[in-house]
Structures are given as structure tokens and as C-alpha cells.
């Protein structure tokens, strides 16, 4: 946020900390203020005298205009366009899931997101009690599992009035639109060549029709991947780290993931840490092969040490804490990466690759299916030796989680207790991480006709786009959020040096937040805290709070800059992570809950301060306010927003071209009858997303819904 007021309910606090808050301010506010200026500022205010500080936002810009972020790859990666194709086909790949059909890219296929219309509804199974505790929501407001999304159930608040937020309430849905993942099963083993995992089927109380299992739905709506890389923390909630560990989404908050590295050849394997930094996407990229919604059965693999730190799961309502699911990647991913190891499987076995593939054209199978290579001669080809190359192997005790390199001859006997791993397989989670990372620092759309119009070309915008960004720079406020050429205050530009900000709160108060990340009441706080939550390990998402408790060079593996005291006002409650807004007309439905299904919808809702302004007064934007836009306002905003997309996106060309897919798309049916495939789970309904080369499609794909 932008707005510092200084004057009488800022000078106490502003002279104990006036050295930290000048050298922050002036890095930002206006040219011509400068420290001496502040401190007079502050001195002079007494009770009696006031003025307001407001710093610049981050100017538009073109997105070329940017670095790609990312860490120093010396002595990981061996060859970046072996690791590239490696993340693209793990990426696509629907061997990925338990279910041998769940990829990552079937939530992200249609410009890094998920346009499926059929089973997507969460019921609210993230919502707290006013204390902060688990209070999940597990009864369905809109029809239910296996319900068909219509244009007429948006927006999810409906009032009389769109202008005025106090109008009359028409209806209200906490429900969630987002993604189908996987059921509700347990894991048992992998087999050799087959791309499904041996599981136990688990009883679902929220996600069934009539008794029957359907899958499982995501508690947030799925954010595009498209320019993810740009951002500093990635996930709604911020939880996928800076620093990437090798193993899970946390960073420097799990100090017991570790990997093995061969310091010299032939010698043992030794256990390293690992802190990649600016590989949030990597942290991000770990997380959903190992989450029992997304795309794994639970228990995929034993706890290891990390996961002991938690405590056993707790059980909500009849579904496992959701709060542990959304944290997944404690468990390690050997199992998964036993499975895609395995030389009976091929990568991309099932599906189509175009012969003009950007990427993975020259990897193509003879017959068209899959590639030529394996994933294990891709990592070797894409990764150090160090990391992969060992005559030794892994033991991992199944009871405390213990691990050594031991030495196996042949005829060696298993202690049935102990599990084995090749170094590849127990490092699979870095390799996997990090190919992903460096494929989506590919997915970068910057040639929009917002960029072309910073490159030089002042025809790239219609008149009424001109507006629309005079409006969005001006008195819409948008870019005090969505700033720089990224379209967020999230990005690694703009948070890496500036992780905590002051912020004048709805209520006028003065409090301390994560910078990029916002309450905006676009639901009551209450129904998910979001940032304002807390890691598997108990300490907050909040970086605000981690320095509050004094742990940020700890956890967070830097000093804050910001001094935070312990009774400082934090605003991190039901705040969330800032999405870029670049190929916006392309992501419906949008915010975290996915409840509004239009732009002009999303420009309504700031218009008229938010939906749950007055609830979430004490965490909310001071910038959600009445903005008493025109209808011809509204136009030119959306107008504008269109400026952001770039056609490579819509028409899914190079490098947004991709592989054949097939994803489950709810079940034949409805939310009041579905076909039991004989084992208590709904038969699945499957479309086909076609392989594209690098020319991409003469006709894109539609949107979600259709919206225009």
C-alpha cells in the first residue's frame, strides 16, 4: 500500500522508529522529500500539524523491460535447454497424478489456468471462527459436487444496486470456483510401468453424490502460471517461499529438508541443505504431485523428519485438515520419483506431442506419442552428475524417518522397515522443482499492446484504451496495487528489498503488512485468512508477523526492513497475494474465491469499495473505498485491461504451445446423480485438449464460460 499519514496519531510511534521509516520512505515518496525533510516533518507535527506522504507506484511499463527473475543455477543444472524440456514434459504430464491422469498443467491449460465449468465448487472448508480457528464450511451454497457452473450463478454476491455496497443483498455464495483435482484416496506403492499408484479408496463425506466419491476441489481459485516467475512468493497465500529447499515449498522454515550430494566421486553421498533464492516457482512447483486435492493420493510417501514437527493430522468435519493438504510437500517426493524412473515408463506415454513442438518437438517419439527420451536421461542430461551419479543409495527408515548411504551388493537383504532409494529418486524433488521453475521462466507474455505501446508504438492502444489507463494510473487507483510492468505489487521487483510496508488501514489506523499482498473484502476475512494463516511448522505466512516474533532472519533468511514491535498492529488477516492482471481477459473466473465472472463485474466490485468493506474495516485497503466511476469509466477500464493480453497467449502460441492432454472434467451426470464405477468413485467425463506446435491455433480456445 501507498498512504503514509504522519501527524498526531503517528508521532509517538514515528519517533521510535524514525530512522527505519525515513530510510524506507525516501526511497519511495516523491523526489524532493528527503530524510531531514521527514524528521522536520514528524518534529513539527506536534498534535497540532499533519501531512500525508504518499510514495509513487511502480510506473507501467513493458514487461521487456524487466529481468527474469531467478537463482545462480552454477552447480545444479548442466544444460538449461535439457532442464527446460525436462520441466515442460513433467509440467504435462498426466502420469504425474496418482490417478495416472492428473498433470500439473490439468488446472493450468488455457492461459495458465482452469476454464472447466463442471464439478469446480468448493464449499469453504478454509473458513475460521473469529478466534482463528479451524471453522470449515463443508455445506455446498450452489448446487454442489458435480454442478455445472452457469453465467447466471455470478457474481457470487449479487446486490440490487452494483454501485452501493449497502444496497439490498440479493444472494450470497461462499462457495469457491476453482479446480477438480483427484478423490480421496490413500497411497500404498507404486508398480513398475504402470502410470497409477496402488491405493486404498477413503470415504468422502463433503465431495460425493449420493454416497458416490466424486473428486475433490481446490479451496482457492487457480492462478495462471503465465509470468508467475515474476513473483516474489507464488500460491494465493504467499506459502511457496523465496528460497527453494530442494524438497518442499518452505524454505528456510523447514530446517529438516535435505538432499544427498556426492562431494567426489565413488565416495558416499553426503547430506546437504539447499537455498536457492528467487525460486519461488520451484517452491511452488513441489507442493501439488504430493497434495491429496490436487493431484496425489494421501501419504504418497512416508513422513519424513519434517513432517514429525507437525503432529498428527487433524481431522475436520470428516476430510483431512485442508490446512496440512495445502502444505504438502513435507512428504518427500521418492515415491513419485520411483515411479517416473522406472525404465517401463515413458515420459508423455499417453498423450500426443506436436512435430512442431517448441520445445519438446525434437524429443518426439517416432509414433507421436510421448518422447524418445526417458526421465532419467533427461535429468542426466539437464543436472550436475553430483546430484544423480552414486553407486550408493539412500536407506530411509518407514518408522522414525531416519536416513543413511548405504552400500548394496548383489544379494543384499531389505530390512522390510527400511526403504531405498537411488540418489536420483531421493533427489527427484530438486530436479522436479527446478525443471518446472525453469520452464515457466519461459511462459513470459510480453508483447501486448501495452507493451508495444511503452516500445514506441503509441498506436498499440485505441483511444478508449488511452482512457481506460488514465483512469487505472489515476482515479480508479488500480496501479497503487498493480503496479510496474509485472501489473503487481507482488513481484521480486518491487518486494525483494521492500518485504514490509506502513499502510493507513480502512479504518484509519496505522498498522504493518506484507508488501503485495492485501485484504481487498472481497469475502468476509473470516472465510480465509489467507497470508494472515500459518505454516505446517506453526509460525505465521505472514512476514509482517515472522518479524514480530523475531524470527526473520530464521525463517525468512534476511533482515526485515522494517522494525517490527511486539505491539505493533498487523494487517495480514484474509489478505492475499496480488495477481498480475496481464492476459486478464483470458483467466476468468476471478479473485481468490473465483466469484465474479466478468471484468466489468471485477471493476463494479472497486467501485464500490469491495463487498465486506465494512466487516473487514480493520484489515482492509484504505485505497477500497467509493471510487464513483462513470458507466463510461467502466468501459475504458475494461477496455484497457484487454491491452494486457498477448495474442501468443490467446492463440497458444510459441512458447504456450504444449503437448495432448486429457482432463476429467466432473462426471456424467449431475450434482444429484452420478455412475459408480463399481469402487464408490463417479466414472469420470474426459475432454480432450488437442497438442499444439509452435504456430499455435487458427481458432483459440474459448473462455471460461465464454466471457467476452
Known sequence: MRKMQIGTTFVVAALARLTDLASRLSRRMKSGVTIAALVAIVVLAGHTVSAQITPPSQPLASLKSVPIPGPDYTGYVKDKSKAIALGKALFWDMQIGSD?????????????????????????????????????????????????????????HKLADVNNRNSAVISDINDIASSEGVFNTKFLSTTSGNPQDNVTQLNDPIFNVGGVKTRRVEPRNTPTTVNAVYNFRNFWDGRAQNYFNGVNPFGKRDPNAKLYKVPIP???????????????????????????????????????????????????????????????????????????????????????????????????????????????????????????????????????????????GLGSIIDPNKKIYTLMEYNFSLFFGLAIQLYESTLISDNAPIDQYFDGNQNALTPQQVRGKQLFEGAAKCINCHGGAEFTNASVKNVQDQRLEYMIMGDGQQAVYDNGFYNIGVR?????????????????????????????????????????????????????????????????????????????????????????????????????????????????????????????????????????????????????????????KATDELLEIPSVGRNGRSTPPSNFLATP
Open 100 to 156: 495416472g491422469r492428473t498433470s500439473c498443467a490439468t488446472c493450468h491449460f488455457k492461459a495458465g489456468v482452469d476454464s472447466r465449468i463442471k464439478n469446480q465448487l468448493n464449499p469453504g472448508i478454509l473458513r475460521v471462527d473469529a478466534s482463528g480457528n479451524a471453522n470449515p464450511d463443508n455445506t455446498f451454497s450452489l448446487g454442489g459436487p458435480n454442478y455445472t457452473l452457469k453465467p447466471t450463478d455470478f457474481p457470487f
Open 266 to 408: 565413488l565416495f558416499p553421498p553426503q547430506q546437504v541443505s539447499v537455498q536457492l533464492k528467487n525460486s519461488s516457482l520451484a517452491s511452488q512447483a513441489v507442493g501439488p504431485p504430493l497434495s491429496s486435492f490436487e493431484m496425489s493420493a494421501d501419504g504418497r510417501t512416508f513422513d519424513d523428519v519434517g513432517n514429525k514437527t507437525v503432529g498428527t493430522t487433524t481431522l475436520l468435519g470428516g476430510i483431512i485438515d485442508i490446512f496440512k493438504s495445502l502444505s504438502t510437500g513435507l512428504k518427500l517426493p521418492r515415491d513419485l520419483g520411483q515411479k517416473l524412473l522406472s525404465p517401463n515408463l515413458k515420459a508423455l506415454a499417453q498423450q500426443n506431442v506436436a512435430v512442431d513442438d517448441s520445445v519438446l518437438g525434437i524429443y518426439r517419439a517416432s509414433d507421436g506419442k510421448g518422447l524418445n527420451q526417458s526421465y532419467k536421461q533427461l535429468i542426466q542430461a539437464a543436472f550436475q552428475p553430483e546430484w544423480w551419479s552414486s553407486t550408493w543409495s539412500i536407506q530411509v527408515d518407514k518408522n522414525d524417518g531416519s536416513r543413511q548411504p548405504v552400500l548394496l
Open 524 to 680: 468476509p476475512t473470516t472465510d480465509d485468512l489467507g497470508v494472515g494463516g500459518k505454516d505446517p511448522f506453526g509460525n505465521p505466512l505472514s512476514e509482517s508477523r515472522v518479524a514480530q516474533l523475531g524470527k526473520f532472519q530464521q525463517l525468512l533468511g534476511a533482515t526485515p526492513n522494517i522494525t517490527v514491535s511486539p505491539n505493533q498492529r498487523i494487517a495480514a488477516d484474509g489478505a492475499f497475494k496480488t495477481p498480475t492482471l496481464r492476459n486478464v481477459e483470458l483467466t476468468a473466473p476471478y479473485f481468490h474465491n473465483g466469484g465474479k465472472l466478468t471484468l466489468k463485474e471485477v471493476v463494479e466490485f472497486y467501485n464500490r469499495g469491495g463487498d465486506f468493506h465494512e466487516q473487514n474495516i480493520a484489515n482492509l485497503d484504505a485505497d477500497i473505498e467509493n471510487l464513483n466511476l462513470t458507466d463510461q469509466d467502466k468501459d475504458d477500464l475494461v477496455a484497457f485491461l484487454k491491452a494486457l493480453t498477448d495474442e501468443r497467449v490467446r492463440y497458444e502460441k510459441a512458447p504456450f504451445d504444449h503437448p495432448q492432454l486429457f482432463i476429467h472434467n466432473g462426471h456424467p451426470g449431475n450434482e444429484t446423480s452420478v455412475t459408480n464405477d463399481g469402487t464408490g
